[in-house]
């Protein structure tokens, strides 16, 4: 594992978001060596008490970070902020326009008072007609047509993760590492904004592309029009399901051969991809059952020695038990303030043929650090009291 790849080490990024896209921006930043500052209110983020599907929030995407408490509702609190943000070099906030300029901290104030802070706003949507509207994960799948695409028709359907909140969290900081770059060109700071919106519309836009150029839409997923002969769920002879790909002419063949299915490969109706793509009304039955007809272990290790896509049906659970999920530097083990530990995947990516292994993974206690932090500027144990609302 690669243990010192810490671009931003030295970097100094105050967070103050709550829930998905706004933490996430936060940690990917941690994970690459920055020095991040969570802002809670005096009660904590609410996204820490989050049960249900809820209860993975707050871990997965606080790895890694400080925490401090300012009572933003007084004017202690509000100066404490400042004094944080004057040694800062990155900002990060998911609040409501309204709300922050509210408290006096709008990204064109802030830029003003601090010309070289790099500001991450992580919003709903981009400045337009909806940017003042409230936007979730489920609200922007079912406006850009993301939920439209994944059930079938008449049935709109969410994806089974927060990947738009997640992906926009990941754009939030690909802006800043931008921003910084160009920092170290011109020693100029940049207000930065990312639409859960638009990282939605990023994600649909092959289907939109589709009809600009034809004229016509994609249907569902579950009702999609094929592109390749063999692209489906099937089930082994212990009614295990595997999903088996053949999407080029030598994958037909070689699948083909796998299953003992000579006769498609001399058929002439099926002598062109189109024939086999054409043809996957009669032919997939016909592959379904030689599928039955063999053990899940058997043809998993023959797919893979001959490089035929497949893929066991998992549960998320199930990735804990997964031989290339446990290698060295996929998962690693984290300490909730409680004690207890879980364990979550890092930064998907190698350096010099090596994981990023992050550092500081545990998630600190609700304020653990502000007594740390605000001594750091010149705080005393009064004027702490005060800024985080204790005194009152």
Sequence with gaps: MTEDFRPLAGLRVVEMTHMIMGPSCGMFLAFLGAE?????????????????????????????????????KTEAGKAALHDLLATADVFVENFRDQSLA????????LRARYPSLIVSSLKGFLKGPYQDRTAMDEVVQMMTGMAYMTGPTGRPLRIGSSANDIMGGLFGAFAVLAALVQRGKDGKGHALR??????????VSQHMVQFDIEGREAPPMPEREFSWPVYDIFETSEDRQIFIGAVTEGQWVTLCNILGLTQLL???????????INARDWTVPIVAEAVRGRSFADLIAVFEQSGIPFSPIHRPAEMYDDPHVNRPGGLYTSTLPEGDTYRAPGM???????????????????????QDVLTSLGYDAARIAAATGEAA
């Excluded at 190698?350 to 998630?363: F, K, N, S, Y």
């Design 266 to 276: 001399e058929d002439p109706r099926l002598q062109t991809r189109m024939d086999q």
């Design 348 to 370: 998907p990516f190698e350096v010099d043929d090596g994981a990023v292994a992050p550092t500081g993974l545990d998630i600190a206690a609700q304020g653990a650090d502000t």
């Design 36 to 72: 991040v500052i969570k802002v809670e209110p005096p009660e904590g983020d609410k996204t820490r008490a989050l049960t249900g599907m809820g209860r993975g929030f707050y871990p997965t995407f606080n790895r890694g970070k400080k925490s401090i408490t300012l009572d933003l």
């Design 102 to 109: 509210k408290m006096g901290f709008a990204p064109d104030a």
């Design 194 to 203: 990312t639409g859960l919106f638009e990282n939605c519309l990023f994600l």
